[in-house]
């Protein structure tokens, strides 16, 4: 779809499947499992879904999926599958050289977010864009590498360590307009300073939403995932935004969603849901 002079699209990167439990919260399992069904090991499918925003100045990419990093024992934790998509494969399907992205917008430095991001190239850790710079929020960064107990099997720092050493890293100060049209929100609940992309003219607005609303089951407020920091802080903040989301028809991508990439919501007498899916 095209949004001010952009052009903007997903890109498939992959699977991994986490603990349904840990993805829903108080959610019981007999709601969530009609919508999200659990495999033996309990855990879920997810999308790692990224998302193209070009125009004739920038090739900007949102988020790099789970990347090739993983060692055996945790591909097979987090059932990481490349079969069908993946990174380099759905770039190139789209003409897109991975030196072509001037800009990476790394909404969160967790694993599944910014692990295609680098890769190993006969033993040395590269990065994926080389000519890219990688915006990330500053507290963020240093969220990331100052982790709680709770969140540090998430942050690895072999995912984020390059970009600082090839002296890629665009630290943020907040929310910001980082392109014309391309504002960043900042998120405190999921994590200390994740930032969602809003691109919008006067027709439309897209919000990528990132672990705020991870996949459309997510969007009615109490669905919140069990790996948040601050749940009552994500609450909050989709107080905030959900009502906007709904009156300004806004298409929301969900970044870990399996069977749905994009849609606009409603709030209805039951709370807000997925109004129309969309496709873009
Ligand atoms: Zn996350």
Not at 118 to 123: L, P, R
Request: aromatic share 10%; net charge negative.
């Amino acid at each position: 779809m095209k949004i001010a002079d952009y052009e903007i699209f997903t890109i498939e990167t992959g699977y991994i499947s986490l603990d349904g439990g840990a993805m829903f919260g108080v959610v019981p399992k007999t709601l969530w499992q009609k919508t999200n069904p659990a495999d033996e090991q309990n855990r879920i499918r997810l999308a790692l879904r990224t998302l193209i925003i070009r125009n004739d100045e920038r090739v900007i990419l949102v988020d790099a999926g789970v990347g090739q990093k993983l060692n055996e024992k945790l591909s097979q934790i987090y059932n990481v599958d490349h079969s069908q998509y993946e990174l380099f494969r759905q770039l190139a399907q789209k003409g897109i050289d991975p030196a072509m992205i001037t800009d990476v917008i790394v909404t969160h430095l967790h694993f599944d977010h910014i692990g295609g991001g680098t890769y190993y190239d006969n033993g040395a850790l590269k990065l994926t864009f080389p000519n890219a710079t990688y915006h990330v929020q500053g507290e963020q960064w240093h969220w990331a590498n100052h982790p709680s107990e709770k969140d540090r099997a998430s942050y690895i720092l072999e995912n984020f360590q390059p970009i600082l050493d090839a002296g890629k890293l665009h630290e943020l100060p907040g929310p910001m307009e980082l392109f014309p049209g391309i504002e960043l929100l900042v998120m405190y609940g999921h994590t200390h300073g994740m930032q969602l992309p809003k691109i919008s003219d006067d027709q439309a607005t897209l919000l990528y939403c990132a672990d705020l609303i991870p996949t459309a089951s997510h969007i009615p407020l109490p669905y919140i995932m069990a790996y948040d920091n601050n749940p009552m802080v994500t609450l909050e903040e989709k107080k905030r935004l959900l009502p906007r989301a709904a009156d300004g028809n806004w298409i929301l991508v969900f970044e870990h969603d399996p069977f749905r990439a994009a849609g606009t919501i409603e709030l209805t007498d039951k709370g807000y849901h997925l109004k129309d899916e969309i496709n873009l």
